[in-house]
Structures are given as C-alpha cells and as structure tokens.
C-alpha cells in the first residue's frame, strides 16, 4: 500500500511538472505572437523596426512626417488667404497652393500608409495659435504677412524636400524630386509678389 502511495505521488509530481513545462511554453509562444517580439509581422520573423520592414529609413520617415506638417500648414493658410487676402494676385497665388498642396497631402499619405509610416494629420499647437491670429488680420496687413510667411516657408520646404531627395528609397525620391519642382516654383511666385507688394 505504500508503495502504491509513492508510486502515485511521483506520477502525480511528474505529471503537474510537465504541466508546468507546457504552460511556460505556451506563455513564451504567446509573448512571441502577440507582443513581445518586435521582430514579429503577420507571423513572419523580420529584420529590425516597423521603418526597416517598410523599406524606408528614419530619415525618410522623419521627412515624410515633416513634410505632412509642412503640407497641412500651406492648405490651411491658403484657405485663410481666400478669404482675407485683398490683392488678386495674392488670392491668385492661395488658390495655386490650395490645389497643388492638397494634392502632394494625398500623394504623401498614401506613400506613407503603403510604407507603414504614420503622419500627422493635424498641426502642432503652436502652427494652429499662428493660424488663428492669421485668421484676424485682413487687406494689405494681411497680404505682406501671409507672402512674407510663404517665402519663408518655402525656403525651409526646398531645403527639406533636398533632404527627400537624397534617401535612398527609390519612391521617395521620385515623390520628393517631383514635388520639390512645384514647390520651387512657389518659392519664385512668392517671391515675385512679395517685391511687387513692397
């Protein structure tokens, strides 16, 4: 009879021991799947972050996020310009960014999802403050400030877009070479109105 006791005891110990095991190797697998492993994309083991998997690197996701900013802020300001500004040729040239920006907006979101990088879709606090002071200003006052500010802009855009230009990804640099076209053309019409507003 004890024999059998102990005989049931090591059964019973070994049994709740591999029990053990195989729980412990459920919970790794899981933690592997699920989160745990960042190496880990539709079940396949990949190389590095969600930027390395996509094909672009940091810099080009940092243009692309930077160059969302940039976009968002040129349509909203032109749409304000619409309806404040008092020179033809600076509602002329609003209407020209409203379209052309809003167009390269489409072309970069698309870019960025099929490249699993994420984009603003809105501004940052302090470009939503300028905004809404623009939205105060009206006729001559408010054509100076609104050029002025489109060749500044647009300075520091063609310097970002140069940036795009350069990476290595292939689709990103056709993007950024097209579009920085455009938006050194903005640059000389901005630049052209704002002599003749002087």
Same mark, same amino acid.
């Given at each position: ?7 049931? !005891? ?5 049994? $709740?021991?591999?029990?053990?095991? !195989? ?12 989160? *745990? ?5 539709? +079940? ?10 996509? *094909?672009?690197?940091? %810099? +080009? ?6 160059? =969302? ?7 909203? =300001?032109?749409? &304000?310009?619409?309806?404040? %500004? ?17 167009? /390269?907006?489409? #072309?970069?979101?698309?870019? %960025?999802?099929?490249k699993k ?7 940052? %606090? ?5 905004l809404d ?7 001559? /006052?408010?054509?100076k400030h ?5 060749? $500044?802009?647009? #300075?520091? $855009?063609? =310097? ?10 292939? +689709?990103?640099?056709?993007?950024? $070479?097209?579009?920085? =076209? &455009? ?9 052209? &109105?704002? !002599?003749?507003?002087?």
């Open positions: 009879m004890k024999k059998i006791f102990i005989l049931s !005891t090591i059964v019973a110990s070994a049994l $709740t021991f591999q029990a053990c095991q !195989t729980a412990d190797k459920k919970s790794d697998t899981t933690k592997d799947s699920v989160g *745990g492993d960042t190496t880990m994309v539709n +079940g396949n083991h990949v190389a590095g972050s969600e930027v390395v998997e996509s *094909g672009i690197d940091e %810099a +080009g996701a940092t243009f692309l996020r930077k160059a =969302a900013v940039g976009g968002i802020m040129e349509v909203e =300001a032109a749409k &304000i310009a619409l309806k404040n %500004a008092s020179d033809q040729k600076v509602k002329d040239f609003a209407t020209k960014m409203l379209a052309d920006h809003t167009q /390269a907006n489409k #072309e970069l979101k698309a870019f %960025a999802i099929e990088v994420i984009t603003p879709d809105a501004l940052p %606090a302090e470009d939503q403050i300028h002071e623009m939205k105060k200003m009206t006729g001559a /006052a408010f054509d609104y050029m002025d500010m489109m060749v $500044t802009d647009h #300075e520091k $855009t063609v =310097a970002l877009f140069k940036e795009g230009v350069s990476n290595k990804d292939a +689709g990103l640099k056709e993007w950024a $070479t097209k579009t920085l =076209a &455009i938006i050194e053309q903005h640059n000389v019409m901005a630049k052209q &109105i704002v !002599t003749g507003l002087k």
